[in-house]
C-alpha cells in the first residue's frame, strides 16, 4: 500500500520528510527513501490514509529496524515498527511532539 509518510524525528533529531510506503501492517511499515537511515534508532512518523476529507492521519513511534538498498538506481528501503500510534486530529501535529503526548496505544505482536 503506497501512502504519505512524513517523518517528524529520527533520535534526538527533528526534521519534516515526506517519504512513500511500501508495505504496511499492524507491527510496522516498509517505506522507501533517497536517505540511509540508520538502524537500532527511534523514529517518529505520521502516515496519511487516502480517500477521506479531511485526511486520517496516523502518528506513530517506532524502532528503526533494517535499512537497505536492493539495487544501485533503488532507494533505499526503511523497515520501522510501529510500537505505539493515535490518531491525529487537524492541527494537533503542529502543537505536541508525540514523546510528550500520552496515553498511547500499544500494539503488541
Do not use: H, W
Request: with cysteine.
Amino acid at each position: 500500500m503506497q501512502l504519505p509518510l512524513e517523518i517528524l524525528q529520527l533520535g534526538e533529531n527533528r526534521l519534516r520528510r515526506t517519504e512513500q510506503t511500501r508495505d504496511i501492517s499492524s507491527g510496522g511499515v516498509c517505506f522507501l527513501s533517497t536517505n540511509a537511515i540508520e538502524p537500532g534508532g527511534r523514529i517518529e512518523y505520521v502516515i496519511t490514509l487516502s480517500g477521506s476529507n479531511p485526511p486520517v492521519r496516523i502518528r506513530c513511534l517506532g524502532k528503526v529496524l533494517r535499512s537497505k538498498k536492493p539495487a544501485t538506481e533503488a532507494p533505499f528501503e526503511i523497515a520501522v515498527t510501529m510500537e505505539r500510534y493515535s490518531f491525529v486530529r487537524p492541527g494537533e501535529l503542529e502543537q505536541v511532539s508525540m514523546m510528550s503526548a500520552t496515553p498511547q496505544t500499544t500494539l503488541t505482536q
